[in-house]
T-cell receptor, first 115, second 108 residues
Framework: ETGVTQSPTHLIKTRGQQVTLRCSSQ?????VSWYQQALGQGPQFIFQ???????GRGNFPPRFSGLQFPNYSSELNVNALELDDSALYLC??????????????FGEGSWLTVV | AQRVTQPEKLLSVFKGAPVELKCNYS??????LFWYVQYSRQRLQLLLR??SRESIKGFTADLNKGETSFHLKKPFAQEEDSAMYYC??????????FGQGTRLTINP
């Protein structure tokens, strides 16, 4: 059983508000990535953090931002929420940003509904 | 740009019948392909990766660079195989691009 945990599991926000989603990576994993999965779609890469630094970003606007802490846990922040931000947000962790062959483990996700 | 295409959103087969879930990719570098599975009310989990060349739960997938495909196959479907299946390509370091997914339903 993977050790990636996310909170909250579900939340509802109003358009224009801000949201913070949290992720605890699997023990020993120093790389955390965030994905957005809209209904009926595959997950889309938002950004990745490695040793507290952003290490790549997908096609998402600057109002999507993140942090990684010294214990490798991470936050995803979304400002000025829009209706289209409604999705499942997945956190994924792995053991290193520079090596091949390491398995990427996913959390159960946080369901965000924007009304 | 890297892209993964799963042409079938839905696939329904009878128990005991062969299953093939299609995946095609576009990537300028050396590809590393995966299949992830999501059972009902469970998290996304790795099913298999092409570099391992292994069979998991009876599923196999062969990377065909000429056809840029990584189709997932199983000779005899079981009811517990019903799930969402996602093909994914690793790009950069530990980053994945996913296909849209195929919902596989195994009928009794």
């Amino acid at each position: 059983e993977t050790g990636v945990t996310q909170s909250p599991t579900h939340l509802i926000k109003t358009r224009g508000q801000q949201v913070t989603l949290r992720c605890s990576s699997q023990s020993g994993h120093n790389t955390v990535s965030w994905y957005q999965q809209a209904l009926g779609q595959g997950p889309q890469f938002i950004f990745q953090y490695y040793r507290e630094e952003e290490n790549g970003r997908g096609n998402f606007p600057p109002r999507f931002s993140g942090l990684q802490f010294p214990n490798y846990s991470s936050e995803l922040n979304v400002n000025a929420l829009e209706l289209d931000d409604s999705a499942l947000y997945l956190c994924a962790s792995s053991s290193s940003a520079g090596r091949e062959g390491n398995t990427i483990y996913f959390g159960e996700g946080s369901w965000l509904t924007v009304v | 740009a890297q892209r993964v295409t799963q042409p079938e959103k839905l696939l329904s087969v009878f128990k005991g019948a062969p299953v093939e879930l299609k995946c095609n990719y576009s990537y300028s570098g050396s590809p590393e392909l995966f299949w992830y599975v999501q059972y009902s009310r469970q998290r996304l989990q790795l099913l298999l990766r092409h570099i391992s060349r292994e069979s998991i739960k009876g599923f196999t997938a062969d990377l065909n660079k000429g056809e840029t495909s990584f189709h997932l196959k199983k000779p005899f479907a079981q009811e517990e195989d019903s799930a969402m299946y996602y093909c994914a390509l690793r790009w950069g370091a530990q980053k994945l691009v996913f296909g849209q997914g195929t919902r596989l339903t195994i009928n009794p």
